[in-house]
């Protein structure tokens, strides 16, 4: 059954639940769009998707705007409830059809080898559990199934990876809604099972200081399709 994006707003108490966060990171991402040239890598992270995408950790739903045509239908899984508010208003927008679906990465709703593809972006840094997440997104992608990914993590050198590693043990998770800094997102896919394919490294901000959070990794990888039978 397909589910209504505006159906799927009214979902039972989320789990997650950052407002102040939110109301930031909705301000700062549509600014970034632009200003740290974020619409050109939505556009490079997903062109060439066809078929059923589900998106984890949607946010308020920028990347809607950036799926191609033959997208058949996008399952967005946002559990904070102020961005999965902001992300039903961008779907009605989208041209492409686009569920929004309350949830969290560690326990998709959704049955399994039901897609052809999964998007993650700027999500790895802050789910509870990587390993129990990607073991999902595993999941739900058919044999053969391919992963788009755009996410920050660990880089910069030693000292820049202690300065973050810091900030995780402190207060970064706190104050961004559970993110985390030297996570590892390349290397946690690989643990995961997937076939990692070709990948850039993006400096956010291209140009200017080096932050903890300029360091990221945008690229594909697959589900291993099934081994052919004897």
Known sequence: MRLSS????????????????????????????????????????LAGLSGRVIEIGAGNGLNFAHYPGAVAEVVAIEPEPLLRGLALRAALRAQVPVDVVPGAAE?????????????????????????????????????????????????????????????????????????????????????AGFELGPRRRVLMPEKGPRLPTSYCSLGVAWRPPEPAER
């Open 107 to 191: 326990a998709l709703p959704v049955k399994s080898e039901a897609f052809d593809a999964a998007v993650l972006s700027l999500v790895m840094c802050s789910v509870r559990d990587v390993r129990r997440a990607l073991g999902e997104v595993r999941r739900v992608l058919r044999p053969g199934g391919e992963v788009r990914y755009f996410e920050h993590g660990r880089g910069g050198g030693r000292m820049m990876t202690l300065t973050q590693r810091a900030l995780d043990r402190t207060v970064w998770p706190a104050l961004t809604g559970g993110c985390h800094l030297s996570r590892d997102p390349v290397a946690a896919l690989r643990e």
């Open 6 to 45: 505006a159906g799927s707003g009214a979902a039972a108490r989320s789990p997650v639940h950052h407002p102040i966060f939110a109301r930031y990171y909705a301000r700062f991402s549509v600014d970034a769009e632009t200003r740290l040239g974020m619409a050109q890598i939505r556009e490079r992270l």
